[in-house]
């Protein structure tokens, strides 16, 4: 059967300018880091990325290395593309990073010109693609020179293969100057993708203003924590769970009584705001003007309907906010 999207996918999606850009993304994007490899179900797989698409999740984030086994993820993706986007590629914006360990030998990690050019070409080919919208670097590499890494991202975008460049898990510092650097190449960084969190809130002691002022979007990865912040682990550590599998980045051991403590209080202001814990996490990241969009993962549709309706929901009072701190200090 073709697949045919939803006619009313724009209507309820809210799309946020990112930065001083003409880009806006949907406050809530898909992210294929776990759950999209060759041992996970294509079929599922399919089910989800198309969902998405029919709630109006138009940008969908992925990396060279996602899996397992490491490009699988893109390889996947590139065939659902193929089998069911491709009349609508333009409707969709797709990112993918270079940064980390992908192939053995000194080029293949990190941030050489080298790797970053032949690692996004191998992503064009798994996925089909003669560009991506968004290549990030995606990390810093204290070895290379930040001139070198961002003139690749400058060169890639000039000769087509790439519509914007970005950067992820860069610290004040190296922001500041990446976005001078960039700038002054005639290639301005479109969009920083921090780790941020309920649990993990470095960004809010100066990135999230340095983004604002330099108008440069920001886009969290890990809203929910792996998970954490969900119902998921309220009981304990449920069978198919990121925490459940040898692959998964969630250890059994990060997830602590006094942990669990914490979710579980926080998961008692979801309920009074009418909301699941996970959709209420989502809100809180996205309550700073400085964010364009949350990636989220999900294991099967019904995530992704959820973390749609926690559109529905976006403000928080000033008793709200202060409770949520008052447990995350304890």
């Given at each position: 059967m073709n697949y045919q999207p939803?006619?009313?996918?724009?209507?309820?999606m809210r799309y946020n300018r990112c930065g001083r850009s003409g880009i806006q993304l949907p406050a809530i994007s898909?992210?294929?880091?776990?759950?999209?490899?060759?041992?996970?179900?294509?079929?599922?797989?399919?089910?989800?990325v198309l969902r998405a698409f029919d709630l109006g999740i138009t940008h969908f984030d992925l990396a060279n290395n996602y899996g397992p086994p490491p490009g699988s993820a893109e390889q996947n993706f590139g065939r659902i593309l193929q089998a069911d986007l491709q009349a609508h590629r333009d409707e969709l914006i797709i990112s993918s990073k270079a940064g980390y360990t992908m192939w053995d030998g000194p080029y293949g990690d990190w941030g050489s010109r080298k790797y970053l050019v032949a690692s996004l070409d191998q992503s064009l080919?798994?996925?089909?693609?003669?560009?991506?919208?968004i290549f990030y670097h995606h990390r810093p590499d204290p070895q290379t020179p930040l001139e070198e890494s961002l003139g690749a991202l400058d060169s890639i975008v000039r000769s087509g293969k790439a519509l914007y460049a970005g950067v992820s898990n860069y610290r004040p510092a190296e922001m500041r100057e990446?976005?001078?650097?960039?700038?002054?190449l005639g290639t301005p960084?479109?969009?920083?993708?921090?780790?941020?969190?309920?649990f993990e809130?470095?960004?809010?002691?100066?990135?999230?203003?340095?983004?604002?002022?330099?108008g440069v979007g920001c886009i969290a990865f890990s809203p929910l924590a792996q998970g954490l912040l969900t119902d998921k682990y309220l009981?304990?550590?449920?069978?198919?769970?990121?925490?459940?599998?040898?692959?998964?980045?969630?250890?059994?051991?990060?997830?602590?009584?006094g942990t669990l403590s914490k979710v579980r209080r926080l998961n008692?202001?979801?309920?009074?705001?009418?909301?699941?814990?996970?959709?209420?996490?989502?809100?809180?990241?996205?309550?700073?003007?400085?964010?364009?969009?949350?990636?989220i993962g999900a294991s099967r549709t019904e995530h992704i309907d959820d973390a749609a309706a926690a559109l529905d929901r976006l403000q928080f009072s000033t008793e709200e906010l202060c409770s949520i701190d008052e447990i995350l200090k304890t």
């Open positions: 939803a006619q009313s996918r724009y209507q309820s898909l992210g294929l880091w776990h759950n999209f490899g060759d041992v996970d179900d294509f079929e599922i797989n399919r089910s989800m080919r798994r996925m089909g693609l003669d560009c991506v919208d990446a976005i001078k650097i960039l700038r002054g960084c479109l969009i920083h993708q921090p780790k941020y969190s309920m809130r470095w960004v809010e002691d100066e990135l999230l203003d340095l983004l604002a002022a330099e009981s304990g550590i449920p069978a198919g769970s990121r925490a459940s599998k040898a692959h998964g980045f969630l250890k059994p051991a990060q997830i602590t009584e008692e202001i979801a309920k009074s705001r009418g909301q699941k814990l996970a959709q209420m996490a989502l809100a809180w990241v996205l309550r700073d003007k400085a964010m364009t969009s949350v990636v």
